[in-house]
């Protein structure tokens, strides 16, 4: 088969690819809203009464139209909306599960924030114009996989036979028997396929919302795993710097075994050589006679060249390959914290506080209306700036003191150590967060992280008991005499 042909194939492949895709909207009420390349199934078709011709609605159909306008009516309120908010655009899944979500609370506001969430992490189900958006990471390894599963439909708006199509075309061409069942084929699309950050942001943000509203979670719950995400977040971020060492290590080490191999392969070509020569063993290459008098051997030492090329390659391939899906983890995982981290912010907080009407998905995040006291806004300064506030009103905090804090504060998890350094630990490197200085909270245990000091009295009272130093008791009443002399 000339490569002329293969490329006329490999397009057809890719041709019917995207024309399933552009159908794909025509059939998501009827696909597996867990994968876009699903098969559609035949849709239950409604039935007419005996002797009459009005259709009997479904139960699914009257709770679309039950939530339609329900949603029209919180629009009409000026509230939240999803991105798409034509419920006749998702799934009959996605439908129950935004059925159940709106029963869950009787406040118009917190249903709205709550259903406009709920259908922005369902997104891929309704805009495929944001899924087209999303990336093949080896479309030329899926084109060249997919060239004989996908084939074209033999009826307008029908699928055939698949895996039939594809064992009869299996017989010529050789196809591997695991890509037969035309099932395989969609799954094989869905490994290489990754969604949009529009999309993975919808669902990183809804997951995170319908949790701490069906948890209800206080502000103080919302602080706590606010910090735990960005714990989270920050160490994925060292872990894709520390694979892009690895990568660049494991490359240098498959280098200099090429090295060696090639410095083997001349040393024996200089011995056979100089064997059949007769000449001295030692002598340089250069004073050797004309290689192309002895072809048996040149020939010996170009394979051994080729065959270390051939190796290097390979192993350049896996290391980077390794490391490669391991940092694509990494950054979805970091993508996933910090998207979680705004929602928190920008949803769940302004629900805990009762404040849902100034909830608005783009924009400024919504800030209490209630200002904090006196001591809360003291201790969110900067550890630097506490400090020197603490020891202007007379308090030093202790070590132990300041270790108790970190530690409750919940950063990292268990297997990590936690206590307070706001300087450099070790020797300087700006590479590293904890190799210089920084937020004074320090994380050690699977790489070494910094945050920053907590904010919630609570957790100063309590360790202010153990070690006898009563901050927020001190700073209150430092605040109170300074008021009364104002």
């Given amino acids: 088969m000339t490569r002329r042909v293969q490329f006329l194939k490999a397009s057809k492949a890719v041709s019917v690819v995207m024309a399933l895709a552009c159908a794909a909207p025509l059939l998501a009420?009827?696909?597996?809203?867990?994968?876009?390349?699903?098969?559609?199934?035949?849709?239950?078709?409604?039935?007419?009464?005996?002797?009459?011709?009005?259709l009997d609605m479904l139960p699914i159909d009257k709770e679309r139209l039950l939530i339609d306008a329900?949603?029209?009516?919180?629009?009409?309120?000026?509230?939240?909306?999803?991105?798409?908010?034509?419920?006749?655009?998702?799934?009959?899944?996605?439908?129950?599960?935004?059925s159940a979500i709106l029963s869950e609370s009787d406040?118009?506001?917190?249903?709205?924030?709550?259903a406009a969430v709920y259908l922005d992490g369902h997104l891929a189900e309704a805009d495929w114009t944001e899924v087209g958006k999303g990336y093949l990471d080896r479309p030329v390894t899926l084109a060249l996989?997919?060239?004989?599963?996908?084939?074209?439909?033999?009826?307008?708006?029908?699928?055939?036979?698949?895996?039939?199509?594809?064992?009869?075309?299996?017989?010529?061409?050789?196809?591997?028997?695991?890509?037969?069942?035309?099932?395989?084929?969609?799954?094989?699309?869905?490994?290489?396929?990754?969604?949009?950050?529009?999309?993975?942001?919808?669902?990183?943000?809804?997951?995170?919302?319908?949790q701490a509203a069906r948890g209800n979670w206080t502000e103080a719950d919302l602080t706590r795993e606010r910090q735990a995400l960005l714990v989270s977040a920050q160490s994925k971020a060292e872990e894709m710097l520390a694979l892009q060492t690895r990568i660049s290590d494991g490359l240098k080490e498959v280098d200099t075994r090429y090295e060696e191999a090639v410095q083997i392969a001349k040393y024996e070509l200089e011995r056979e050589v100089a064997r059949l020569s007769g000449n001295n063993p030692d002598s340089p290459m250069n004073s050797l006679l004309n290689l192309n008098d002895y072809p048996a051997a040149t020939r010996a030492y170009d394979n051994k060249i080729d065959a270390a090329g051939a190796v290097r390659a390979q192993e350049h391939q896996e290391v980077v390959e390794r490391s490669y899906q391991r940092m694509r983890e990494a950054q979805f995982a970091t993508e996933k914290a910090l998207a979680q981290v705004e929602a928190l912010a920008r949803y769940s907080a302004p629900l805990a506080r009762g404040e849902c009407s100034k909830i608005r998905r783009d924009g400024p995040i919504a800030k209490p209306t209630t200002?904090?006291?006196?001591?809360?806004?003291?201790l969110k300064l900067p550890d630097d700036k506490l400090m020197?506030?603490?020891?202007?009103?007379?308090?030093?905090?202790?070590?132990?003191?300041?270790?108790?804090?970190?530690?409750?504060?919940?950063?990292?998890?268990?297997?990590?150590?936690q206590y307070y350094h706001p300087d450099t630990i070790g020797t300087y490197?700006?590479?590293?967060?904890?190799?210089?200085?920084?937020?004074?909270?320090?994380?050690?245990?699977?790489?070494?992280?910094?945050?920053?000091?907590?904010?919630?009295?609570?957790?100063?009272?309590?360790?202010?008991?153990?070690?006898?130093?009563?901050v927020p008791a001190a700073i209150n009443q430092a605040v109170k005499a300074r008021q009364q002399q104002d």
Avoid at 371 to 378: I, L, T, Y
Wanted: net charge negative.
């Fill in 29 to 54: 009420q009827t696909a597996d809203p867990g994968s876009i390349w699903s098969f559609p199934t035949t849709p239950d078709q409604p039935q007419t009464g005996d002797g009459t011709a009005q």
């Fill in 388 to 417: 020197i506030f603490l020891k202007s009103i007379g308090l030093t905090p202790s070590a132990d003191l300041m270790n108790c804090v970190c530690r409750s504060a919940g950063y990292g998890s268990s297997g990590t150590s």
């Fill in 145 to 210: 996989e997919t060239v004989l599963i996908f084939v074209t439909p033999d009826v307008p708006g029908q699928l055939s036979d698949v895996t039939s199509s594809v064992r009869a075309l299996s017989n010529s061409l050789n196809v591997v028997s695991k890509v037969l069942n035309g099932y395989d084929a969609y799954k094989n699309a869905n490994k290489h396929y990754a969604e949009t950050q529009l999309i993975r942001d919808g669902v990183a943000t809804n997951e995170i919302v319908q």
């Fill in 371 to 378: 200002k904090p006291d006196a001591v809360s806004e003291v």
């Fill in 70 to 98: 329900k949603l029209k009516s919180l629009a009409e309120q000026n509230l939240m909306t999803a991105r798409i908010n034509d419920i006749s655009s998702y799934s009959n899944d996605t439908v129950m599960g935004l």
């Fill in 429 to 470: 490197d700006k590479r590293y967060s904890c190799q210089q200085p920084g937020p004074p909270c320090i994380v050690a245990g699977f790489g070494c992280s910094r945050y920053p000091l907590p904010s919630d009295k609570d957790i100063w009272t309590n360790c202010g008991k153990s070690a006898g130093q009563d």
């Fill in 107 to 114: 406040d118009p506001c917190t249903q709205a924030v709550r």
